[in-house]
Nanobody
Framework: QVHLVESGGGLVQPGGSLRLSCAAS????????IGWFRQAPGKEREGVSC????????YYADSVLGRFTISRDNAKNTVYLQMNSLKPEDTAVYYC???????????????????WGQGTQVTVSS
């Protein structure tokens, strides 16, 4: 069975950092593009970042550019999202998602992805 499991969420003060992990089981992440999405209460799920399967290209939403970094460790079958300079507006449930096929839309389109994790809560508050 294919599973994605996020971890690393928690409560952090504004300006702090967290590193989220997305661990895969049942398949090899090497061949998948991995996206991070987030969903705040009452809001749509939005794309935060994505890393490609082919050349490791990375993509970021404007709201996190320069603060968040996505990376992958194929040996550990894990993708990370390093989040620095966190703001209260970053508070959301964060999800990772995996895409196996060629793109027909944008990396920010949640319907492009085949598999999803259960999410991890990130709360930025003083």
């Amino acid at each position: 069975q294919v599973h994605l499991v996020e971890s690393g969420g928690g409560l952090v003060q504004p300006g702090g950092s967290l590193r989220l992990s997305c661990a895969a089981s049942g398949f090899t992440l090497d061949y998948f593009a991995i996206g991070w999405f987030r969903q705040a209460p009452g809001k749509e799920r939005e794309g935060v970042s994505c890393i490609s399967s082919s050349d490791g290209s990375t993509y970021y939403a404007d709201s996190v550019l320069g603060r968040f970094t996505i990376s992958r460790d194929n040996a550990k079958n894990t993708v990370y999202l390093q989040m620095n300079s966190l703001k209260p507006e970053d508070t959301a449930v964060y999800y990772c998602a995996a895409k196996s096929n060629s793109w027909s839309g944008a990396w920010t389109d949640r319907y492009e992805y085949d598999y999803w994790g259960q999410g991890t809560q990130v709360t930025v508050s003083s």
